[in-house]
């Protein structure tokens, strides 16, 4: 049974910094791309942060958006099958529901989380 179960949201002031954690199972984990969305509300799931598996390079790649680039880093524990989102400098805008996601390094993300909640307050 696959499970990713996010933790780390809650509320933060403009500015502040939070630590989003992603644990894994179930899936092959090194072989499968780790990536955050995050979605708003009365808006549609957007691709924050995306790491290719241990399978494309010892030096994974990683992928932003531009609205987070500078401010957020996506990075992978493969021993202990876990993905984390460190967010500084954290927005308003920043504000939404974060879903961890794994899937294929070229194709779907096939497996989500629950998700966890970020306010950011101005």
């Known amino acids: 049974q696959v499970q990713l179960v996010e933790s780390g949201g809650g509320l933060v002031q403009a500015g502040g910094s939070l630590t989003l954690t992603c644990a894994a199972s179930?899936?092959?984990?090194?072989?499968?791309?780790m990536a955050w969305y995050r979605q708003a509300p009365g808006k549609e799931r957007e691709l924050v942060a995306r790491?290719?598996?241990?399978?494309?390079?010892?030096?994974?790649?990683?992928t932003y958006a531009d609205s987070v680039k500078g401010r957020f880093t996506i990075s992978r524990d493969n021993a202990k099958d876990t993905v984390s989102l460190q967010m500084n400098s954290l927005k308003p805008e920043d504000t939404g529901t974060y879903y961890c996601?794994?899937?294929?390094?070229?194709?779907?993300?096939?497996?989500w989380g629950e998700g966890t909640l970020v306010t950011v307050s101005s």
């Open positions: 996601s794994a899937g294929s390094d070229f194709g779907a993300m096939n497996y």
């Open positions: 179930g899936i092959n984990f090194h072989g499968s791309a």
């Open positions: 790491i290719s598996s241990a399978y494309i390079s010892s030096n994974p790649m990683t």
